[in-house]
């Protein structure tokens, strides 16, 4: 069985060798030939390794690393360079569709015909996004890279003299007979402590999956072999004579050696007893993560918005626990020839905006002016009208007479004497009135 195994590439010294036609390797332009340094060499001379023996990556997100693993002359592997990666997009957590900007995480495989040494990001390989995985669960995107240039929207960028010593890696390893390369993509060190720290996160079943894979790596030290079968990876895994792994369908019944089963059942024990402990150590909060296919739907119609050049938040937007969704107040466009349209369009729908705000302003004062003018018409007529009718009314009047009242002193002699006489008659009278009953 563990000869089975080993002939399936799991436990080999070196993919099986089919070798780079020639027209592949001339393909490798001049720039893309720059051979290793000395001291890489010298290390790799050291840890019995050649030049051209097989190779593989590991790439972690969390940490920022990206290493370069290669097969010595006894078939196992061992590290023999480490890079800080430059920049990688989107958040811990895996690629689930086309725009999200995540960087994928899984097990892929590089082909000779991805290598491209002509990239516009100096140089360049495609990881080989999706794969059987991916495309059983559905999960879209293409042109997934590891390159230069140091900028990323979904892949992982190095520094231009970092891809340099990367593509050699990968150049000289098909230039040795190795017909395709594994590339291992976690979210972080699959430790003990990591996963207890990550255990609450939507994605932790998928990274569980995961770290089976990365078990097996840390056990044996040689790549394992990876499989698909029920929509789910499997590792190290022989199917029965005459059966295959379907991604989407059963999976068929399998075997493994004893000996790789008893290695990675001591592993696991003496993981489980860290995790344990783990739980009751204090930790560093868990970095921001992917809340799985809402967010990227999110972040993937953002992307198509910026696309097409419109005006979005800088940058991409986040969904919350909550179910909210957080967006920075800052807004821009992307500097392409869509976003230089969508700009000018903009300004023209703008200046049309402005132009009909002011005509139908024009027409409002315009008519407000008349209305005004029309009322003081009418208010003017008003108060010729209550003018006039005053008017009349003063001439139509009659003329009041004031009588002055003087004192009897003051009255003239004559009048004082007539009063007299006008008051003793009238007392005469008043007297005989009513000695008589009038």
Not at 106 to 121: A, D, E, I, K, L
Not at 309 to 335: C, F, H, K, W, Y
């Amino acid at each position: 069985m563990f000869a089975k195994l080993a002939r399936t590439g799991v436990i080999a010294a070196s993919i099986a060798i089919a070798g780079c036609n020639d027209s592949s390797m001339k393909d490798f332009a001049p720039e893309a030939n720059k051979p290793l340094p000395d001291k890489i060499l010298a290390d790799m001379k050291a840890k019995g390794m050649i030049r051209t023996s097989s190779v593989m990556a590991r790439i972690f997100k969390e940490e920022g690393k990206l290493e370069i693993w290669k097969a010595k002359t006894n078939g196992r592997y061992d590290m023999v360079a480490s890079y800080d990666i430059c920049k990688w997009s989107g958040k811990l957590g895996p690629k689930y569709t086309e725009g999200d900007r995540q960087a994928p995480e899984g097990f892929y495989t590089v082909r000779p015909s991805q290598m491209n040494p002509r990239s516009n990001y100096h140089l360049s390989f495609n990881i080989g996004f999706p794969n059987a995985y991916d495309r059983a669960n559905g999960r879209t995107g293409q042109n997934l890279m590891v390159h230069g240039a140091c900028s990323s929207s979904g892949c992982y960028s190095m520094t231009d003299a970092q891809i340099e010593q990367i593509y050699a890696f990968g150049r000289d390893a098909f230039q040795g007979g190795q017909t395709e390369f594994q590339i291992q993509a976690f979210p972080f060190r699959m430790t003990a402590a990591n996963m207890a720290r990550y255990r609450n996160d939507p994605n932790y079943e998928f990274w569980k999956m995961l770290k089976v894979g990365y078990d097996n790596f840390e056990v044996t030290k040689v790549p394992p072999k990876v499989d698909v079968c029920e929509k789910r990876y499997v590792f190290n895994q022989v199917a029965a004579d005459g059966q295959t792994f379907d991604p989407t369908g059963p999976c068929p019944a399998t075997t493994q050696p004893d000996s790789l089963k008893s290695a990675y059942n001591a592993y696991q024990s003496t993981y489980d007893a860290a995790f344990t402990s783990a739980l009751k150590a204090s930790v560093p909060p868990p970095k921001p993560t992917i809340a799985g296919i809402k967010e990227a739907s999110i972040v993937s119609d953002w992307s198509k918005r910026r696309a097409r050049g419109e005006r979005v938040p800088i940058d991409p937007p986040s969904l919350n626990s909550d179910g909210s969704v957080t967006e920075t107040a800052r807004m821009g466009r992307i500097d392409s020839p869509a976003g230089r349209k969508m700009a000018a369009l903009d300004a023209e729908n703008a200046a049309k905006k402005k132009a009909e705000e002011q005509r139908l302003a024009a027409i409002e004062a315009a008519k407000q002016a008349k209305e005004a003018a029309k009322a003081q018409a009418l208010a003017e007529k008003e108060a010729a009208k209550q003018a006039k009718i005053a008017a009349k009314a003063a001439k139509e009047a009659p003329v009041a007479t004031a009588t002055i009242a003087v004192p009897a002193e003051a009255q003239p002699a004559e009048t004082q004497a007539a009063n007299a006489d006008e008051s003793r008659v009238t007392k005469l009278k008043n007297k005989l009135l009513g000695m008589f009953g009038g």
